[in-house]
């Protein structure tokens, strides 16, 4: 069969390796693709936006299935789009999409099925915002209630802090029509767990566990990021987690989104707080996370197109989906400046160390192809992931593969998975 994936960075590239390992795949294409990604299928220069273009490419190559990676165009309404012209596309429909899509939406949902989160208010204008941030409790948390590339949550630890968030989010819009609903929300402590699943309307199945870093620096400092590397298994996300989860969160927000009558087809990924009063939803999104599905996907044992088309066929619960009894490290290479100012289109060398190395892998986040050498980008320019046995021998794979790797600006975080010596 033939597959298409929409999309661009290191999450498409980790899933166009992982369709590639499938027997019943003989091509991929993926819009617009990367450098990396070429490596396993035809990239071919259409933007994830541009649905009318993707829905003629899909039907004139006949693409039996296709794959959509990023927020944008699920929130946009592609696999509408895709649908419409009778073609078979994985990923949530636009009425389910806005489970990531809206902020506003997921905690109203979550407030009336009874699924834990922090307490929130919602507002429409400035005036309101501040005149409720004069007596909240700090520290509190704003959120732009629209897309805004993971980098539209405040926490402001004064009501200085807070009264310049709501002027930057709302009077300023910073993140454009994304910031005109903002989210309050109560500030919470705890560790945080990322959670990718299944959905096929009806049921989920649950990939497993990782934790992201998104602070741009060591040490959780500086600005977020989208995200500097990962884990898998996450030690905290304990058997009595899981089961907690199961029965408060996974399965209710999976129905609670079908009673709404937007019946979620795709991945939900829960971002969960694990505080002292038990689990909590962080924030949901319809997509897989980047650079979760770096760790996650090198270990799944599933043919990942069965997968895929039970999601789309709504016979999930026929799949036993299995992950290997190891662990696995992602460390982002990025560009020094990312994620303000940095510079692209700069050589990188060493890729070739990478090739018949088991376990080890280099998933390209912003790469191209400029005079016949791969060069830098994007901030995100490459997730060196390596499998261990646990997660310390995963961890020390990856630092060593870093190695293998340069670019002129290359930067990235020493301290991915520090979390791990505190289990
Ligand atoms: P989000 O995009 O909603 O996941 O938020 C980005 C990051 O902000 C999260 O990964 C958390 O580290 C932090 N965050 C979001 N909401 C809260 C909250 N209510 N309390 C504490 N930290 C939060
Ligand atoms: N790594 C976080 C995300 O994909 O949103």
Not at 32 to 51: D, H, L, Q, R
Not at 75 to 97: I, S
């Amino acid at each position: 069969m033939k597959v298409l994936i929409v999309g661009s960075g290191g999450r498409e590239h980790a899933i166009a390796w992982k369709v590639a390992q499938s027997e019943r795949v003989d091509k991929i294409y993926c819009a617009p693709g990367n450098a990396g990604i070429a490596e396993y299928a035809e990239c071919v220069p259409i933007g994830a936006m541009e649905f009318d273009r993707l829905v003629a490419f899909a039907k004139e190559k006949e693409i039996d299935l296709t794959v959509i990676g990023m927020d944008d165009p699920l929130v946009g309404g592609v696999v509408d789009a895709f649908e419409a012209a009778g073609l078979r596309v994985f990923g949530p429909r636009k009425n389910a999409a806005i489970l990531e899509g809206s902020k506003a939406f997921s905690k109203d949902l979550m407030k009336k099925y009874g699924i834990p989160t922090a307490a929130y208010e919602v507002f429409h204008s400035p005036e309101t915002a501040m005149e409720y941030l004069q007596t909240a409790k700090l520290p509190i948390v704003l959120k732009a209630d629209g897309l805004a590339l993971g980098k539209g949550v405040l926490i402001c630890q004064t009501r200085e802090e807070a009264m310049d968030g709501v002027k930057s989010l709302m009077m300023d819009r910073s993140f454009g029509s994304a910031g005109d609903t903002i989210v309050v929300e109560e500030f919470m402590t705890g560790r945080e767990v990322s959670v990718l699943t299944f959905v096929d309307g009806n049921t989920y199945r649950i990939m497993a566990s990782a934790q992201d870093h998104k602070r741009a620096q060591d040490g959780d400092q500086g600005l977020n990021t989208g995200g500097m590397g990962t884990f898998s298994p996450s030690p905290f996300y304990t058997p009595e987690v899981d089961a907690f989860c199961r029965q408060y969160i996974y399965q209710p927000t999976v129905d609670a989104m079908r009673a709404e009558g937007r019946t979620f087809q795709g991945v939900i990924f829960f971002g969960l707080m694990l505080t002292e009063d038990g689990p909590k939803v962080l924030e949901y999104n319809a997509r897989f996370g980047d650079p979760e599905t770096q760790v996650v996907l090198v270990r799944m044992k599933n043919d990942i197109v069965d997968v895929f088309e039970a999601c789309v066929d709504q016979t999930l619960d026929q799949i036993d989906l299995q992950f290997e009894e190891n662990a696995a490290v992602c460390v982002v290479l990025a560009s020094d400046g990312y994620p303000l100012k940095y510079e692209k289109g700069l050589p990188i060398n060493g890729l070739e160390n990478f090739a018949d190395r088991d376990g080890y892998y280099v998933f390209h986040a912003g790469s191209r192809f400029s005079d016949g050498q791969i060069v830098t980008n994007g901030g995100r320019v490459l997730g060196v992931t390596a499998k261990g046995a646990d997660l310390k021998q995963a961890r020390a794979n990856a630092y060593a593969a870093t190695e293998w790797v340069s670019f002129a600006n290359k930067y990235m975080r020493h301290d991915i998975g520090k979390a791990i010596d505190e289990a």
